[in-house]
């Protein structure tokens, strides 16, 4: 469906809104089906996002603000973050031996296992999305949408 008929829009739109409205729009969408996913499992896309930079350390821990420069959404408190998952145990949190200021965090096994149960469902989740575009679709719409973001 077209951007036009979405928001109902009876005036033309610059082709530079309109390709912002239809990024925002289909951020959205894709969002929204996200966290129906995540609901579930008592989490937010930015819990989420957390545990899987956490699985990606392979044991290891890591600190708040090397969690802070991979996340998605780049003004999440992950501090706030991070404790509602020390809440769900779903992660621990030490002070740094070397730096006492620093704050290390790794994942726990039922943080490993929440993600593990979530995999399907999100890989599920990413080729649905994916479906209506060929490989060498997919690869020029990353190629633009990285171009694009450029400012």
Known sequence: MKIEDIIKSKTPIAIEKKTLLNVMYSQNVIAEKFNDLLK???????QFNVLRILRGQNGKSI???????????????????????????????????????????AITQKGLDVLSDLDPSITKHERSFAQNLSKIELITLNELLEKFRKI
Request: net charge neutral; glycine share 0%; proline share 4%.
């Open 40 to 46: 579930p499992f008592d989490l937010s896309a930015e």
């Open 63 to 105: 600190n708040m603000c090397d969690i802070q420069e991979r996340m998605i959404a780049k003004t999440s408190n992950t501090t706030r973050l991070v404790d509602k998952l020390l809440l769900k145990e779903l992660v621990t949190r030490e002070i740094c031996p070397e730096n006492r200021r620093k704050m290390e965090v």
